[in-house]
């Protein structure tokens, strides 16, 4: 454990991108926020960390420090709640995914096996972060991994969906990015008026389905 | 009861205390970048701490008040009329419909503060008001102010007619010392790297924001490149491949994958917001200790600053 801040301390449960580390993660996260009460003011888990954010008007970091370790320890192993699975539909083709072809052509693949690669996986919510509802889920196979573009798109549609490194997100909302584009999904990954805000939270499992251009318009997407 | 923009100036925003609590569906903080500005003006026109202000950054505000409220103008030295006249700052105005405010550019400093009776009325996203452009989210439409806007006043009919003295109020210098917590990262920055970041000056250049301030001066070496992405705390100060640190504000991503050498007391990234480009700062390790005291020191000095009054 790390002090960050004034008002913040960083957990750290692991070191690499797994299940199991980001599961101790999220058993962390639950037992910090019943041992701080409303002395909490917000959580932030992360692959292989959870920052702590505190009231430093009302209590202390010796206090915090205190109370998480003891927290922490006592959540290890506890293993935290399955995660839900979250099915999100994705319409692969380079008229909304400009760099599937390139990817497929450095992977030595056809772009349909990478289209099998991709939405053949299961991919954990890691991190949400960067923008509103943007979640970090991983991880791809290493065949279809790649490398963030030399040079960020200006704008990145809202759903697109893409791949840095073994790494994929849907983009919530229209922003700059320099992620790989191989598809687009209709549903919103965020949406101040929908309850749920999100359809996913840290910990889920996130399947993609390959969906056709019609299915994909008759779902909302937009092209 | 309102006001109507008439010009909002390089940049105008509708900020309460900002949003809390709200990380992990990945939105930010928002909230005034020199709270204890905002909250002075608060205090000074009787409203609650975190009511919803104007914060103007660099000025040229104007505006008009469509009907009788009180008003206050705290921060970054604007100077400010009604109807052509000047006015003090740091001081609560009766006006009445038709009256106009100015704020013009800012002599010192770079964030003021204009409030009104009882704070604007605002619907609040995530639980405040407080605007992030780049998430679009708070204040009108998630946008800066602009001309023509129309923003709604709480009915007040009558205020204590609060100020304080010229030499009690805030002064801002070109150079800042931002006391600083070693954490995160701070193992994997050598000693001669920390040493390097303590004892020289960085100026602000011209990419400075609500999101950070990037300052550049001698180079600071990690020995990493980067980090598994992690949770970014107010005033994290972040140093990329190019060694330049940058002190992450109010509107920062709320994870990333820089290493961190530390985070800056929230008490002196509000002073260093009140600099423009080429001001400059100086960065001095402090304890998790001395940062509580700070704070618990900062409060209470702000809760017994004696306010004058005039008579009705």
């Known amino acids: ?223 | 009861m309102a006001v109507k923009i008439l010009q909002p100036g390089l940049l105008s925003l509708l900020q309460d205390g900002g949003r809390y609590g709200q990380h992990r569906i990945g939105l930010t903080n928002g909230g005034p970048l020199d709270p204890g500005a905002s909250q002075l003006c608060n205090r000074l026109l009787g409203n609650a701490a975190d009511a919803t202000v104007i914060e103007v950054s660099f000025g040229g505000l104007q505006l008009e008040v469509l009907d009788d409220t009180f008003i206050c103008v705290t921060g970054a030295r604007m100077p400010m009329q009604i109807n052509g006249k000047d006015v003090a700052r740091y001081e609560v105005h009766p006006v009445t419909g038709g009256d106009r405010v100015t704020l013009d550019f800012a002599e010192s400093g770079c964030r003021a503060y204009l409030g009104v009776a009882d704070g604007f009325e605002v619907a609040a996203s995530f639980g405040s008001t407080a605007t992030v452009v780049r998430e679009h989210i708070g204040g009108l439409d998630g946008e800066k102010l602009s001309d023509g806007d129309i923003l709604a006043c709480p009915d007040v009919k009558q205020r204590r007619l609060f100020f304080i003295n010229p030499e009690s109020q805030p002064r801002y210098h070109d150079t800042v010392t931002v006391r600083v917590i070693p954490g995160y990262q701070q193992q994997h920055f050598s000693r001669l790297q920390q040493r390097r970041f303590f004892s020289h000056a960085y100026t602000v250049t011209d990419r400075c924001d609500r999101m950070g301030y990037r300052l550049e001066g001698p180079a600071i070496d990690c020995e990493i490149e980067g980090i598994l992405s992690e949770g970014i705390c107010q005033g994290a100060i972040q140093i990329p491949a190019d060694g330049q640190p940058i002190v992450l504000l109010n509107d920062r991503q709320t994870i990333g994958g820089y290493p961190k050498i530390g985070a800056a007391l929230s008490l002196d990234t509000a002073a260093m917001a009140q600099l423009t480009p080429g001001g400059r700062v100086h960065f001095t390790p402090i304890t998790p200790h001395a940062a509580h005291n700070a704070l618990h020191l900062a409060a209470s000095m702000a809760r017994r600053q004696t306010l004058l009054e005039r008579p009705a």
């Open chain 1, 1 to 223: 454990m790390h002090s960050a801040g004034e008002n913040a301390l960083i957990a750290y449960l692991g070191e690499e991108t797994s299940p199991l580390v980001s599961a101790h993660v999220q058993a962390a996260e639950l037992a910090v926020e019943g041992a701080l009460g409303s002395d909490l003011v917000d959580l932030v888990p992360s692959y292989a960390s959870l920052l702590i954010i505190y009231d430093p008007l009302r209590t202390d970091h010796l206090s915090v420090a205190h109370r998480v370790r003891e927290a922490v320890a006592n959540s290890v192993g506890t293993g935290a709640s399955e995660g839900r699975t979250v099915v999100l539909p994705v319409y692969y083709h380079p008229e909304v995914g400009e760099d599937l072809p390139t990817l497929a052509e450095r992977a030595g693949l056809s772009t349909d096996e990478v289209v099998a690669l991709h939405s053949g996986g299961e991919y954990r919510v890691y991190a949400i972060g960067f923008a509103p509802g943007f979640a970090y889920l991983g991880q791809v196979d290493e065949r279809i991994a790649a490398p963030r573009l030399a040079t960020p798109r200006q704008k990145v549609p809202r759903g697109a969906v893409a791949i840095a490194d073994r790494q994929t997100a849907v983009y919530p909302a229209v922003s700059p990015g320099g992620w790989n584009l191989i598809g687009r999904c209709p549903v919103r990954m965020f949406d101040p008026q929908a309850e749920p805000i999100m359809p996913v939270q840290v910990g889920d499992i996130v399947r993609f389905e390959a969906i056709g251009r019609q299915e994909y318009l008759s779902m909302g997407g937009e092209l």
